[in-house]
């Protein structure tokens, strides 16, 4: 079955994305915007509550949250910081 997501980047996302390098920005847009069919690409749900998620994006992490068929983009940040106290 094909399951269409409605995509929506909280603020503290968008600041994360301008932060980062233009092609690196440009790179995570066009993951992101996968998630709408049927929740495309590398992810991985986080451990700890049932509606966190990540997608990866080479060095980068996208932190999303998951309700129905909605996704809010939480954060996005270099992998190493991606787990820590920034959730």
């Known amino acids: 079955m094909h399951v269409r997501y409605t995509i929506r980047i909280g603020e503290t996302a968008l600041a994360d ?49 998951l309700s129905g068929t909605g996704v809010l983009i939480v954060r996005v940040k270099h992998r190493k910081e991606a787990y820590g106290n920034g959730r």
Do not use: W
């Open 17 to 65: 994305l301008e932060k980062l390098p233009r092609h690196v920005a440009d790179q995570v847009l066009r993951r992101i915007a996968l998630l709408e069919n049927n929740l495309h690409g590398d992810i991985k749900k986080l451990r700890g509550d049932d509606s966190r998620y990540r997608l990866r994006c080479g060095n980068y992490r996208v932190l999303f949250k």
